[in-house]
């Protein structure tokens, strides 16, 4: 049954006053201005000028012209009673090279978007690192190369005396799984590398990079709020056969505890004795300590469930992923199963960890095929989506689980990685044309309900 509060609606009451509700973006996603005010280029500038990488040969170089138009974004946001704004710090902008000399006016820039929030009474929260590494950095090696721990210290250093006097909410990192196992596995995202001999010590040193970030971030910014997120999804076995079953434990390995467990202090967790033994060939004796830290908040990332079946083909996992298509099930322009159940799964899952005593959801969306029709927006699909995955969060959190805030993927439609704009993930429409905003019903709903 669903909830309702005592006004006979489901509103954020039911959550309660603490309950941090928000809207979350991305730098590479929405900026634009790709080489204005001193910015050097980043690995997604470079990717998505190779042929073939991005869908329809997209690019992020002018995307929703946040870089110009923040104010009127932030009126916005204003406007949709939100009060939590999560955002990306563009690493190429505050150092063009990666590293070396700091660049003002990319601090200036952030400082005006962290100084126009705080006048609006919009809480800033900043993700250090969502996937635009510095080029120049990737020319030595990327994540794969152990240096980027140090190149990465002296980022979050910067960023945390540059900001932290403002800004007492911070992410280290956007999804690590993802830009090491899309960016340096599979090479379907920036910087296109491959195979074990990529990821492994990319994984690594992303791990050790997770913890290093805290723990900068804890001794420098005073009264901070420090955490990282972690894209998740709840995994199921196929059927009830054993193999799929013990397919479905290494998936849920690699998608769910690769990032968190280590940080925990637990050490990596093993999908197989062979690839463990892969890895450790990065593993410095000491990692295990700097792999830990001590962070305030886990950011739960998740849209769907994943089914999984045994397969011989896969090394190591030997296990591969049903995609939703192919089961009949309810699915999103991503094709992403819509599964509401599966965020009160991973919140239960994540919950259980004795170590973690707060939990944010950093992101939780959809992506349909949105058209303007008489200036209009009619997402219901999108109000419905968010509605019941919220009931589904509502009922975590009565059971006991310490989750504490939900943050909105996205605010306005964007630039969605490798598969260019075609998804529309926002509440906000975007005319990329033009750079018309129009609040769909999804954002209109939003605003109803936080206000
Ligand atoms: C996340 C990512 C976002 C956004 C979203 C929708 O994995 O952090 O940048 O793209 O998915 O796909």
């Given at each position: ?29 929405i ?21 073939g ?10 995307t ?6 923040f ?38 820039y952030?400082?005006?978007i ?5 006048e609006?009474?919009?809480?800033p ?10 080029h ?16 990465f ?10 900001f ?20 340096y ?26 913890a ?24 199921e ?9 013990l ?9 769910n ?19 463990t033994a ?20 886990i ?6 469930r ?6 011989w ?33 991973v ?55 310490c ?14 990685w490798?598969e ?18 129009t ?5 209109a709903?939003?605003?109803e309900?936080?206000?």
């Amino acid at each position: 049954m669903n909830e309702v509060s005592k006004n006979n609606v489901f509103d954020k009451s039911l959550f309660g006053q603490n309950f941090k509700w928000g809207v979350s973006t991305s730098a590479y996603q929405i900026e634009g201005a790709h080489d204005t005010g001193g910015k050097g280029n980043s690995i997604w500038d470079k990717f998505s000028e190779e042929k073939g990488r991005i869908n329809n040969g997209h690019h992020g170089k002018i995307t929703c012209d946040f870089y110009n138009r923040f104010e009127d974004d932030l009126k916005l946001i204003k406007e949709l009673n939100i009060p939590n704004f999560r955002f990306s710090i563009s690493w190429s902008r505050i150092l063009p090279k990666g590293i070396g000399d700091v660049n003002q006016e990319g601090i200036d820039y952030y400082n005006k978007i962290i100084d126009s929030c705080i006048e609006k009474g919009i809480e800033p929260w900043i993700t250090l690192y969502h996937w635009d590494l510095p080029h120049e950095l990737e020319a030595k090696g990327g994540w794969t190369n152990r240096k980027i721990i140090y190149w990465f210290t002296e980022y979050v250093e910067i960023c945390a005396h540059a900001f932290g006097d403002r800004v007492k909410h911070w992410m280290v990192l956007n999804e690590p799984m993802v830009f090491t196992g899309a960016g340096y596995f599979l090479g379907v995202h920036a910087p296109g590398k491959k195979g074990l001999s990529n990821f492994l010590p990319a994984l690594h040193h992303a791990v050790l990079a997770q913890a290093q970030g805290i723990r900068v971030l804890k001794s420098i910014v005073a009264n901070a709020e420090v955490g990282t997120t972690i894209s998740c999804s709840h995994i199921e076995p196929y059927d009830s056969n054993l193999r799929n079953s013990l397919a479905a434990k290494r998936i849920d390995i690699l998608v769910n505890r690769m990032f968190l467990e280590p940080l925990l202090g637990r050490g990596y967790p093993i999908i197989h004795k062979k690839l463990t033994a892969k890895l450790n060939k990065y593993i410095l004796p000491g990692d295990e300590i700097l792999m830990k830290a001590d962070f305030d908040f886990i950011g739960i990332q998740n849209y769907t469930r994943e089914i999984v079946k045994h397969s011989w083909y896969t090394p190591f996992l030997k296990a591969k992923i049903i995609s939703a298509d192919k089961r009949s099930v309810p699915i999103t322009a991503m094709n992403w199963e819509i599964y509401p159940e599966s965020i009160y799964n991973v919140l239960k899952q994540f919950g259980s960890y004795a170590e973690i005593k707060k939990i944010i959801i950093t992101e939780n969306g959809a992506a349909f095929n949105d058209t303007v029709v008489d200036e209009k927006v009619e997402d219901f699909h999108r109000k419905e989506f968010l509605e019941n995955y919220l009931q589904q969060v509502l009922r975590a959190r009565k059971e006991g689980v310490c989750v504490e805030g939900y943050f909105v993927w996205s605010l306005l439609d964007n630039f969605e990685w490798s598969e260019g704009f075609y998804p529309r993930f926002g509440i906000v429409h975007v005319d990329f044309e033009t750079q018309k905003r129009t609040i769909k019903a999804s954002g209109a709903w939003f605003k109803e309900f936080l206000k």
